[in-house]
């Protein structure tokens, strides 16, 4: 039999599930509070990093292998661009955390990588400028996505493998039935035999997702103008994490023509209550602060934010996300709490999502992301 599959939310998680779950068969209805692609919650803002050499952990290898050519698969399927693979470069002093667990990475699992001193890199990528006795990490499995088109591919991909795709119907209840679930949106009813939950940084606001720990922060990105635009794009710029005794932040190649983005990590991911509070705009204090990290840090930028996003995720405490069957509950899967680095990997993680649907199991290792570690 057929199974009938709700997915709660179609940011780039779920829109990625819904596409894997209708491509291998299941009847699949997704619903969204907002449009294709919106900037409300995680998966807007012209750019992502994808990067191989992790940080994170090195049992993500596996998994962003496979995203990657899922990302490849998408693309074919769409006749869409998503995923330049213009290298991916890790910035600061050779013993800051971030810096030797990327070097680390790479080294175990046998990844290309090169490592410059920094009078090599300021020669190599003079758009970054580093200090003496810093170093830069390359990783040539790197590169730059783009989040609304990606979205927005995924759900027409899905669409055309027979998904019903239902934006602007928020879910407002999902209650356990005697052979699966009711979902409710407004006077609208669905019945479903399992459940994907979604929801990005809205997992609290769910009954079944209460007691999750995620924690809905606040992103914000600035875009800098580049006096040589062309440096800056992504055939001379590879994307950056930044690591120095002053500043934080990750770096994107000009998509736009008119200059780089940065994320300032060092200034925070403020919790806020609910994304429905996300504040559209930040204090000036904020573009002071990213302004002097520009100054000192992008030599190539006229060091005034020409633009500002501000952006709502879900954090976990361990910063890894939650994903696997939702714990006392039969029937359903729950994807949340990607804690800032769940785009790159959104494909494979919609390839787990549909294999947790339809066999229950999945061969892929998740195990860091198991829901019940926080119980
Ligand atoms: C500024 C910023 C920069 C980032 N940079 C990177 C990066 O470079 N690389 C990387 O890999 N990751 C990055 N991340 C993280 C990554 O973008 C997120 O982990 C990912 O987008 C999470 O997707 P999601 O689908 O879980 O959430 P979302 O995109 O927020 O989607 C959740 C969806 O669920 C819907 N929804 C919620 N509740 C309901 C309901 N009750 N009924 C119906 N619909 C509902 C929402 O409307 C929304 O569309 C970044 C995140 C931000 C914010």
Redesign the pocket.
């Known amino acids: 039999m057929t199974p009938r599959v709700a997915v709660?939310?179609?940011?780039?998680?779920?829109?990625m599930t819904a596409w894997r779950l209708a491509h291998r068969g299941a009847a699949v209805s997704a619903?969204?509070?907002?449009s294709p692609g919106?900037d409300?919650?995680?998966?807007?803002?012209e750019?992502?990093?994808?990067r191989t050499a992790y940080k994170e952990g090195g049992e993500y290898v596996p998994l962003l292998r496979r995203a990657e050519r899922l990302w490849r698969e998408l693309e074919r399927g769409t006749a869409t661009d998503l995923l330049t693979m213009c290298g991916g470069l890790t910035l600061g002093p050779a013993e800051h955390p971030d810096v030797a667990a990327v070097r680390r990475c790479a080294e175990e699992h046998g990844l290309d990588h090169e490592v410059l001193t920094a009078a090599e890199s300021n020669a190599r990528f003079p758009q970054h400028r580093l200090d003496d006795g810093e170093i830069a990490v390359l990783d040539p499995a790197a590169g730059v996505?783009r989040?609304e088109p990606a979205?927005q591919a995924a759900l027409r991909a899905a669409e055309s493998a027979g998904a019903r795709l239902l934006p602007y119907?928020?879910?407002?209840a999902v209650e356990p039935t005697a052979s699966g679930w009711r979902i409710s949106?407004g006077d609208a009813v669905f019945d479903v035999d399992h459940v994907v939950f979604?929801?990005?940084?809205?997992a609290r606001?769910?009954e079944p997702l209460r007691d999750l720990p995620v924690e809905v922060r606040q992103?914000?990105?600035c875009w800098f103008a580049a006096r040589d635009v062309a440096a800056h794009r992504p055939d001379r710029l590879p994307?950056a994490i930044r690591r120095h005794h002053e500043a934080g932040f990750?770096c994107?190649p000009a998509l736009d023509g008119v200059g780089i983005k940065i994320?300032p990590h060092h200034l925070g991911f403020p919790v806020l209550d609910d994304?429905a509070g996300l504040p559209r705009t930040v204090d000036s204090e904020f573009a002071r602060a990213a302004s002097a990290a520009a100054a000192r840090l992008l030599p190539g930028v006229v060091p005034h934010p020409v633009r500002i996003?501000t952006?709502?995720?879900?954090f976990t405490p361990d910063e890894h996300a939650v994903l696997g069957p939702l714990p006392g509950s039969a029937a359903a899967t729950v994807?949340?709490g990607?804690?800032?680095?769940?785009?790159?990997?959104?494909p494979v993680f919609g390839e787990i999502g549909a294999d947790l649907v339809l066999h229950g199991t999945t061969e892929h290792d998740i195990s860091r992301l198991d829901p019940n570690r926080f119980r």
């Not at 709660?8 to 829109?15: S, Y």
């Open positions: 709660v939310g179609t940011g780039v998680v779920g829109a619903f969204d509070t907002y919106h409300r919650g995680a998966s807007a803002g750019s992502r990093i994808f996505l989040p979205v119907h928020r879910v407002d949106c979604a929801p990005g940084p809205w606001a769910l992103i914000t990105a994307i990750s994107f994320v994304p996003g952006f709502a995720e879900g994807m949340t990607f804690s800032g680095h769940g785009f790159k990997l959104a």
